[in-house]
């Protein structure tokens, strides 16, 4: 690979291993297992344990495997550097862990993955106050913000009622009053958008979906873009400042997000989402390309209430959605009507395999408010605007015309 710098996204991704030194000539960058790693030289330890130099301490900070993934999705988002641990969720709570203390304020979208709500829920019980609001309208944050907001978070596409956060003008509100903007960027991942374009600071990635793309290996990621000035930070402990300002950030996540709490991605799981990655262009391209037919046939179907997908005319936020993604998504849900029992439908289905994760190369489909948000209850679930009927589907790479022939057979023994 030559000295070119710009080329483009899934070649870049294919050959970074190559662009720094790999043993023995290995194409993929070999899984290290050893939690330990030793030097000759015991000042030069001191020095890396010291933040001098760099190099790797223990297994649970990092090792060779996780640090080349995290060299690729930082690459991806256009970062300065990235973070990666055990699961998205927890990338997610290595945000409270390392920068919220209680006292503090954070808006949040009030349109969540189920287990985000939760964890913001726990926070607001040990101190921290959150108000969560429809981000879909940025009045609706400005009008949250108190002098104790310490950030806002938001996801791009919402998991499972695929409502579309109004991006550009929360960056800038956020840019305006000096507020670390967080981003989930996991339905639309680094392909389709780049949070880094409208502002974010941080971006979460949850490296399970897409990114890995197989249903194999759990894993998470923190990145930071370079946007926000972490001088504005209250909360940046001394030590942590001993290098530029643009690492403060992720220096202090990674002690107190990841070293001290432990959620440590296992290297076998960091080389099976970097193999998957190399790929993540091609399946989404052919993912949303799926989920487009489907929602199309789904939305001209007698026997379907509601279909959510942005890529359709009809969603809220369709006109925003193409403005700033590359293509709308795998991610859609819809609602049968009234008199239709979701679960035999369901059972009717032959291809779509009934299962809770995202971004698999099979569709997955599952009824919502029966299984991923049952534990919130009726009232939260309304208030999400999650019916008791809704199906989520993560649309798969399947061949398009057999995906669309299994729906509309199951739907015609409605």
Known sequence: MSDKKNYGFTTTILHNDR????????LHKPIHTSVAFGYGDARQLASVFQGKEPGFRYGRQGNPTISALEDKVTKMEQGVGTICFATGMGAIGA???ALLRAGDHMVSSSFLFGNTNSLWQTAAGQGVDVAFVDATDVANVEAALTPATRLVFVETIANPRTQVADLKRIGALCKARGILYVVDNTMTTPYLFRPKDVGAGLVVNALTKSI?????????????TGVYDWNQYPHIYENYKKAAPAQWGLAQIRAKGLRDFGASLAP????????????LALRMERTSSNALALARMLEADERVAAVYYPGLASHPQHGISGELFRSYGSLLSFELKDGIDCFDFLNRLKLAIPA???GDTRTLIIPVAHTIFYEMGPVRRASMGIAESLIRVSVGIEDEADLLDDFRTALAGC
């Open 19 to 26: 662009q720094k030194g790999i043993e023995h000539g290995s």
């Open 95 to 97: 945000v409270f862990q």
């Open 212 to 224: 890995g793309g197989h249903g194999n290996a759990l894993g998470g990621s923190l990145t930071d």
């Open 268 to 279: 076998e799981a960091a080389h099976h989402i970097a193999v998957g990655a190399e790929t």
């Open 356 to 358: 809770s994760n995202l």
